[in-house]
């Protein structure tokens, strides 16, 4: 395919864009001596993005080339992620430093809209480009920004001018718990003994199932079932780890790599040595360009140490797309493809990464390997509260004075939560409501503050607790904004394979901002949304909504 004016073509050349011999030796010198496999396609898309700043039309014909594949395979998958800059001949290229404004639920309640507008104000748009952009996730710094790759969290328009104005535009590195402090402290010790014998899979699946340790990406699937299910599974599998947290509200995973990253690595060689993986895939979203560096340089280091042998970790990065931490369209986006859901069956547990079982966890999930078999099941298990087990990291944001990752037990409730770990509500704020789960998780009032956040107790109410993201609005918010900011977050990342989701979330997010809170036509499209989309965002995107219609009558009072 053509996707600009190209070259002038001579009657002997073949049709379509020609190539140019300077992209060509461009893009060869962008990728060295890296192997030009498919599944590396998104990787060496970012090699160029990075250089260039965008993806011009010419590279990506040499990149064709260079890879063996389509003009249209290479177009159609850089035109899926939301971080990669098409640019035909036509077009202005971006400017050279983009500003990433977060306007997701939590910066938008925090003025987020207002900033974006003051920034593009004072720039020169040549030379910055201002864009809000979905979760960011860094909730608890509302309103966030990105200047380049340096974060300003609580960003105000004199804050982000003077990061601007220093050029401070890399990422700030967090002091964190490098190998030889993490070594000092016995870390890699409990994966000695996993290779020595001394733990199988069936036992630490067994360690793992009486802890309670289950899915900690959303679906609470217990863990130690996942690991006999793939342990009995014919090699050739594969480890994955869902680092791509890109659900508003959720950022307990940047929390932890940014603190303690070896209790993720420990965790995952532990898995992958126990089930007989042949490697591990670590896929992290690009929105964590300081996690992306720690990893990479403390992957290195294990490699240099011996620490990684048979099994390596091979460090893959999103580009933009929230739909890839549904685990299949995160399958689909390391094998170098877009990031469409699968249809289930098969599940990848049988039918995974490259065709082969594959044993899929959160980054929070193996974070608790090492503690759980260090300190026993029980200690885990012990926990929680209400018969609950276990600890939940919850990401806390909105209107309370203390906002961040508390460490918290599994079955507390939003009351407890609220007055024992983020000192109650902002000054001058009333408790009204809050997500659960996120944004796909349901609204819930403050009445129903009491009941315990774990997997499936909010059910009953049509909601649920998801990746543990906990949104807090107080009397000072519209819940019908809310459900359309939310609306508008699904709408901007449906991955539009299926039509009840493509269609569905545009749909509702024009009733509500036409403020048309017909109660038949929510119903009619969130039924057809829920039983017909080929995943959760899409089954779950009109949570919002049915929330504000049920728990939230009076916001049409007004």
């Avoid at 009486?210 to 990406?217: C, M, P, S």
């Amino acid at each position: 395919m053509s996707f600009g004016k190209g070259l002038s073509r001579k009657p002997s050349q073949p049709k379509g864009r020609q190539l140019e011999d300077a992209a060509l030796s461009e893009v060869q010198a962008l990728l060295g001596e890296e192997p030009r496999r498919a599944d590396l396609l998104i990787e060496h898309l970012h090699k160029i993005q990075d250089a260039y700043g965008c993806l011009e039309a010419r590279h990506l014909k040499a990149l064709s080339v260079e890879m063996k594949m389509s003009q249209a395979e290479v177009y159609e998958v850089a035109s899926f992620y939301h971080h990669f800059d098409i640019i035909r001949e036509e077009d202005r290229k971006p400017a050279p430093l983009t500003i990433r404004v977060c306007d997701s639920v939590t910066c938008s309640i925090k003025g987020a809209d207002a900033l974006a507008a003051a920034l593009e104000a004072g720039v020169d748009p040549a030379k910055v480009r201002i864009q809000k952009v979905p979760c960011i996730g860094r909730c608890d710094g509302a309103p966030a920004v990105q200047v380049g790759k340096r974060a300003v969290d609580n960003a105000s328009e004199l804050s982000v001018r003077a990061t601007l104005f220093e050029g401070q535009t890399a990422p700030d590195m967090p002091d964190y718990i490098k190998l030889e402090q993490y070594r000092a402290d016995g870390g890699y010790k409990l994966l000695e003994r996993v290779r020595a014998g001394e733990f199988d899979a069936a036992a630490l699946a067994g360690m793992a199932l009486e802890a309670g340790l289950r899915g900690l990406g959303g679906a609470g699937f217990p863990t130690g079932t996942k690991w006999k299910i793939v342990n009995d599974l014919p090699g050739p599998k594969y480890l994955t780890i869902n680092g791509d947290e890109g659900e508003p509200g959720t950022f307990k995973d940047r929390y932890h790599l940014e603190r303690d990253p070896h209790r993720l690595l420990e965790g995952a060689l532990i898995a992958a040595h126990a089930i007989s993986a042949d490697r591990v895939y670590l896929y992290m979203r690009d929105e964590y360009p300081a996690v992306l560096e720690i990893l990479a340089a403390e992957i290195e280091a294990l490699r240099s140490t011996g620490i990684i042998t048979g099994i390596d970790i091979e460090l893959r990065r999103g580009a933009g797309a929230y739909i890839c931490g549904e685990e299949s369209a995160m399958i689909e986006s390391i094998e170098g493809k877009r990031g469409l859901p699968r249809h289930r069956p098969p599940f990848i547990a049988q039918v995974g990464l490259f065709g082969r079982p594959t044993l899929n966890h959160n980054v929070e999930t193996l974070y608790w390997v090492r503690d759980i078999v260090e300190k026993g099941p029980e200690w885990f298990a012990s926990q929680g509260r209400r018969d609950h087990k276990g600890f939940r990291s919850f990401s806390v944001s909105g209107r309370v004075k203390e906002p961040g990752v508390k460490l918290a037990p599994a079955g507390i409730t939003m009351n407890e939560l609220l007055e024992e770990f983020c000192g109650g509500m902002e000054e001058g704020h009333t408790f009204k409501g809050y997500l659960p789960g996120g944004a796909s998780g349901g609204i819930l009032p403050a009445s129903l503050a009491d009941e315990p956040l774990d997997f499936g107790t909010l059910d009953k109410h049509g909601c649920f607790i998801g990746s543990h993201a906990i949104v807090v609005f107080s009397d000072q918010d519209d819940m019908r904004d809310v459900a359309l900011n939310l609306m508008r977050f699904f709408k901007h990342e449906s991955c539009g394979q299926c039509t009840p989701c493509r269609s569905g979330t545009e749909k509702m997010e024009h009733l509500l901002a036409a403020g048309d809170w017909n109660e038949a036509k929510i119903a009619d499209l969130d039924a057809v949304m829920r039983s017909a989309s080929i995943c959760g965002l899409g089954q779950a995107a009109s949570n919002p909504v049915a929330s504000v219609l049920k728990f939230f009558p009076e916001e049409f009072e007004r």
